[in-house]
């Protein structure tokens, strides 16, 4: 199968399913931070279309003092991550996606990474706009960024093909284990 088939038939299953309690594995996930050196500012994101909802997990994070970073989409399908807090309102974007209103870029040195399908190679489809690639890319030049996917066990498949502008993921975390 081609990603677009992967992705079209991951999302029809996703969509199907009934996913009320859309969290990973959170004890997990905390394990896995805290033992991670170094990290003092974490990227996530707002979940939308029934993907994992990291949120729980940000608003732990913050208590613990970490600092929170959301993504804005811009032109071009660039994307960068700026200061957040629960404490602050969120604007609606051309997506339908809740941004930060903060204009301070903040670097992630964690990174929670949405995805639509994944294989054991730690590779990834999202939903095929290649904002997180070339995020990645971009700022590798700058620092070396964690990157852990979220997931449902039920997205893994056997095969991922990739091409030149796809970018790994160093972990993928699921509801049932990673």
Do not use: C
């Amino acid at each position: 199968m081609n990603k677009y088939q992967i992705r079209k038939k991951i999302l029809k299953l996703r969509k199907s399913k009934n996913l009320e309690n859309n969290h990973i594995n959170f004890k997990e996930l905390m394990k896995f931070v805290r033992y991670q050196k170094n990290i003092k500012i974490v990227g996530g994101y707002f979940p939308f279309n029934k993907e994992i909802d990291d949120l729980k997990i940000l608003q732990a994070l913050e208590k613990k003092k970490y600092l929170i970073t959301l993504p804005k989409i811009k032109k071009n399908n660039q994307m960068d991550f700026f200061e957040w807090s629960f404490t602050q309102p969120l604007i609606i974007n051309k997506y339908g996606i809740p941004e930060p209103i903060s204009n301070n870029i903040r670097y992630p040195d964690l990174l929670l990474v949405p995805l639509v399908a994944y294989d054991k190679k730690f590779n990834r489809i999202g939903y095929g706009g290649g904002y997180y690639d070339r995020f990645l890319k971009k700022i590798s030049k700058r620092k070396k960024i964690v990157t852990v996917g979220l997931a449902y066990s039920f997205q893994k498949v056997i095969n991922i093909p990739i091409n030149d502008y796809d970018i790994k993921l160093d972990y993928i975390i699921t509801d049932k284990k990673y």
